[in-house]
């Protein structure tokens, strides 16, 4: 019983996940009229455990992407935005005063490595 439960619930969860997956990385929400930004946070609470993901192959695609995306955002001075609106053509950058963005960037970079042990792209990233 408890199994089922369990295979059920990491069922619905993966189902969820993959509605949230856009071209520009990991959507706040599958919900068209919801949030359809791409948050630093959300991002990267939402696959902290990618490393122990079954087949998690969409997924690492889709933080690549996600981490791409806070990239070309990412002010001169090196301030990661905490969101970008994926509605746009060429995508708004929201700052908001925020300042967990950064340390979200960095954790979800050391979320991808320890998925993929890609050093390249983490050295290239986190010079």
Known sequence: MTDNLIQEATDRARDVLERCLSPMGIRASAQCDGYTEVWARDSAITLLALPRFPRPGRFIDALRRTLST??????????????????????????????????????????????????????RALP
């Open 70 to 123: 806070l990239e070309r955002g990412m002010t001169r001075l090196g301030h990661v935005p905490c969101c970008v609106d994926t509605r746009r053509v060429n995508p708004t950058n929201n700052m908001i005063g925020s300042i967990d963005s950064n340390l979200w960037y960095i954790i979800a970079h050391g979320v991808l490595f320890e998925a993929t042990g890609d050093r390249r792209r983490l050295a």
